[in-house]
Every structure is written in C-alpha cells, then in structure tokens.
C-alpha cells in the first residue's frame, strides 16, 4: 500500500485567462458544440510526471493531501482492481460514499480503463439506491463504511451486483461480496492497465419530481488522454489556469462538482475537497489555502450573507478569482450582495445535466440584466407554449433546445419520448423561462412545479426567491396544495433562522412582506413551518415529498 503524506499546494503564477465565448475555436460559428461532450476526466494527464508532488487534492476537514504521484499510482491500481473482477470496456460500477480521499480516484479508475461509472447521491435511502444500481446494470458498487450497510440493504434488489468494495471495512459484514478497498488495492501495480480507454460518467437526474433517470451518452472507443472538448471549454469559461486551487462545497456525486473538479485535476491544480458545507469554514479555507476559483450554489450564498459581520469580515478571501453558480436561480438581492461583498468575480451558467444547452453570463453582463442566468454559448435556444408554439420575447414558456448533444434517459425510453419534441429535434427537461430583447434567459421555474390556481399560472421560484431575503427566514419552499373552488393555491413552507419562533405573529409578518412585494394571487394564503426543509446539497430542493403530503391521494395536474 502507498503511503500518504503531506504534499506542497502550488503557488500560482499565470495570469487568469479571459473570458471567452469563442473557448480556443471549439464552437462552429453557429455555437454548436463538439458532436458528442461527456464528462471531464478526473485523469491526471501528465502532472504525476511533471509535477508528482504537487497536491492533487487536499481533504479540508483534516489537511490530508494527495499528490498526483500517489493519486495516478492509486487510480491505475484500482483500474486493475476492477479489470480483476471481471469488469471490461463499457461495463457499469456505481460510486456511493460521502466526499472522502477515494471518490475521486474511483472515478479516475472508471475513466481510464473504459468503463461507465455512477456517482450515487450519498443521501439516497436503500430502496432509491437500489433503483439506481439496477436500472444503470453496475456489476459492482464502492463504498465507504459508513454506507456500506445502506448498499447492503439494497444489494438484494440488484442481481446484476457482485462485488461491493468498501473503504475502511471492519471487516463485520459478514457478506462474501464485500471487499475491503485497501487490501485489494494493495495487491496490484500502480502502472496502467495494457488496455487503457476512455470511459464515461452516467450521471441521474437528481429526482425532486419523480424517479432519477440515468443520462446516457452515445460511447466512444477512444485513449483516456484523448483531447476532450469539454475540458477546454469549461477551462476557458471559468478561467481555470495551471496552479489553480479550487474550493469545492459541494458533494462529488452531483454534476457541477464532477465537471468543475475533473478540469481543475486536468489543468495540474489542487482541489480543496470539503466533506460538507459550513459558511465560516468555507471562508476561513479560502484565506487558509489562497483558494483562486471556487463553484457555489445560492442556498450557500444565502447562509454566508447571514453570518455576523464578525466572522463575514474576518477572513482575507482576496485571493479569489473566479467564483461560479448555478443549479438554482439566485434572488437578486443575495446575488446583489455578494457581488458588493466579493466584488464582480462571481459568474453564472444555466445548462442542464443532459447538455442540451449553456447559458452563462459574467458579473458585468448579470448586473446589466438582473436575474439572467446568461446568454446563449452553445445549444440553439427555443421558448414554447404547450403546443410547441413560439413564444414572443418577454413571454415565458418551456425551455427547449435543438439538441445539442445526444442523450437518452438509461432503460426509460418513455421518460426520452416525453423530453423530446413531436418532431425529434428538441429536448427539454421541462424548465420554464423567457428570454429578453438582449437574448438573456431568465428561469422562471420548473413546469412540474407550476401552480395553476384559478386558472392562472404562478412559478413558485419567485416567491421563494422573495421569502429567503427576510432576516428571519433560512430557507423556503412555495408548491400549489388542493383547493376546492381554484383547483389549487399557493402554499408557503418556511425554515426559520435560529432563534426565531414560529408562531403566527411571524406569520403575520411574513404575508405582510409578501403583500408589499406580490401581486395578490401570488401571496401565500397559509404558512407552515419546519425546523428543516429537505433541500439536496447540491442546492435543490426535495419539493415532491413536501407537496405530495398536502394532496395525499389527491391527483395534482401539475405531478
């Protein structure tokens, strides 16, 4: 086994790239992307040779490091590792443990010997798991102790499963497929296997309004050091420089950490990994490492922004460059607020998991037009009406895109027929939005969540947007509840900060707030309140189980 150690973090030295929306010659001139874009490796390339003891990446909670020496070394054996179980070219295994120091080795492993890997929500019960492991085939899942016997538990819904390798087993399972990971690792080379190839995440939609679908890629036949379109793109768009050191907040099983780590990794920078968010921590890291880019959610910008000027003020985040959000549209008083506190370093991007599109837009452009999430860079961009209609400008409607790159839903050919349009040459994943006369997009909800009430449509994301910015509140949720007369009506489902009573003179409070801002179909006529509300840390909310509570049996038109 390789020994760990503390590495050095290098010093950048480069200037940050600039903005480009040409991304090096990638795009066509219409703005189309490379034919097929798939995940960004977290491969090492060459840095485990040229800079074998930089630190790949550092785990924040106990200062850890990686360098790319050992991460390459660990990586190949665990491609051995699972050529050894009988995994070969295109097979599927499944990822599920919390942010540790093997996640993104288990990924690397996946890549270079040409298999398709799930990164699995770590949150996920047994039973949601074991949909996962069995509708994406995987023949093997890694784990950690701390999950392994939540994976059991599932194991018996998934016959395709064979083998389960455990991080830090003890040893108590009992279970003849379980594996410890160190052991096994130990027994093979740290160089290549002979038949390196690329391979490919196959990422599952996250949920919130119905079973996860697995996003499948058409597959190539190619070397895992096989120039990769994506990586320059999203290298040019966030400024990703050599040297670099990237925060991430996020777990590493969601999409945005997964691209956004993978091409820090691919240009030679260090990645800080946070096992979980906390507000001061996350700051204090920043000044601790000299962190330079970072990608964030807005329920993270929110919970900063509400720190005491004390621990907001206390720590040197200077050495930030580039910032980025998305998963969620930010409200725009907090996006206001942390572009004054952080200065106009934070960029936002809009594209959903299955690349249908991208929209992104910088500090500047976003000030221009509060509430954007960006103008088109790739994907040629469509706003209907449910009888694929086009929509005039200022209008909102469903968000489609001529598709962009292929993709169907993994073994759900019925859940591909509905995100495509009649004709086959649009996809959406029912997002609602309008664009302006500039050609920015600004979202406006999800369609599944829409609230028709009294024949008018009302798009909860504005009121949520609305709520989070009083002091008093941590978090909100707005879904339509059954009403009798209106079909449906607005509902407000709020955290309060800590501290603060949830009592009806809060209430009173609240719709006073929500008067002064909406207009009156838009108000909430009740609010309820919970000491947490079910919001995934990738940033987005678990809206279905909250709402499905207020209609029991009940058949929402808007499932």
């Not at 087993?169 to 002979?194: F, K, M, N, Q, W």
Request: aromatic residues 10%.
């Amino acid at each position: 086994m390789i020994a760990r150690r503390r590495v050095p973090i290098g010093a950048g030295s480069d200037p940050p790239r600039g903005f480009d929306f040409s991304v090096g010659g990638i795009l066509s001139p219409d703005r189309q992307p490379p034919a097929v874009i798939v995940g960004v490796a977290m491969y090492p390339g060459n840095y485990a040779t040229q800079h074998p003891d930089r630190a790949a990446f550092v785990m924040a909670a106990t200062g850890e490091a990686v360098s790319y020496r050992e991460y390459e070394a660990r990586s190949n054996q665990l491609a051995h590792l699972l050529r050894s179980l009988g995994l070969n070219q295109f097979d599927h295994f499944s990822i599920y443990m919390e942010n540790n120091d093997r996640y993104l080795e288990a990924c690397s492993a996946g890549w270079r010997s040409g298999l398709i890997y799930t990164p699995v929500n770590s949150y996920l019960t047994a039973e949601e798991l074991a949909y996962i492991v069995d509708n994406s085939e995987s023949q093997v899942v890694i784990t950690s102790r701390a999950k392994r016997d939540t994976v059991l538990d599932a194991a018996d819904e998934c016959p395709r499963l064979r083998h389960v390798l455990v991080v830090g087993d003890d040893g108590t399972s009992g279970d003849p497929r379980v594996i410890d990971y160190a052991t096994a690792l130990s027994e093979h080379p740290v160089t290549p296997i002979p038949d390196e190839r690329g391979g490919s995440p196959m990422l599952y939609s996250s949920g919130t309004t119905g079973r996860p679908k697995g996003i499948a890629r058409p597959l190539v036949d190619e070397p895992p050091d096989a120039p990769n379109a994506l990586f320059a793109f999203l290298s040019s768009l966030w400024r990703y420089r050599e040297d670099m050191v990237y925060l991430s907040p996020a777990p590493l099983y969601h999409s945005a950490p997964q691209a956004a780590v993978g091409t820090t990794i691919l240009k030679g920078g260090t990645v800080i990994i946070m096992e979980r968010f906390d507000p001061v921590e996350y700051l204090r890291l920043v000044e601790q490492y000299q962190v330079t880019h970072s990608q964030l959610v807005p329920t993270m910008f929110s919970r900063m922004l509400k720190l005491p000027d004390e621990e907001r003020d206390h720590y040197d985040l200077s050495s930030l460059e580039v910032a980025t959000h998305a998963a969620a549209p930010c409200p725009i008083p907090v996006k206001e607020a942390m572009i004054e506190w952080w200065g106009p370093i934070i960029h936002e991007y809009y594209g959903a998991t299955e690349g249908l599109g991208f929209t992104a837009c910088d500090s500047e452009e976003w000030l221009a037009h509060k509430g954007t999430v960006g103008k088109v860079i790739f994907g040629d961009l469509h706003i209907v009406d449910d009888d694929m209609n086009e929509l005039p400008v200022g209008e909102p409607g469903t968000i489609w895109f001529k598709t962009a790159t292929a993709f169907e839903y993994h073994n759900d050919a019925e859940k591909t027929r509905e995100a495509t349009s009649p004709d086959g040459t649009m996809t959406t994943v029912n997002d609602v939005g309008y664009v302006d006369a500039d050609g920015y997009l600004y979202l406006t909800d999800r369609k599944t969540f829409m609230i028709i009430s009294g024949g008018v449509n009302i798009y909860p994301q504005e009121m949520e947007n609305l709520l989070v910015t009083h002091p008093k509140v941590a978090d909100a949720a707005v879904f339509g509840v059954p009403n009798f007369d209106l079909g449906e009506e607005v509902k407000a489902v709020i955290q309060p900060m800590p501290g603060i009573e949830p009592d009806g003179a809060l209430t009173e409070e609240l719709l006073a707030f929500c008067r002064k801002h909406l207009a009156r179909q838009k108000v909430p006529r009740s609010i309820d309140y919970v000491a947490e509300l079910p919001r995934l840390p990738t940033g987005k909310l678990y809206k279905k189980g909250l709402r499905d509570e207020y209609w029991g049996d009940g058949v929402s038109r808007i499932v």
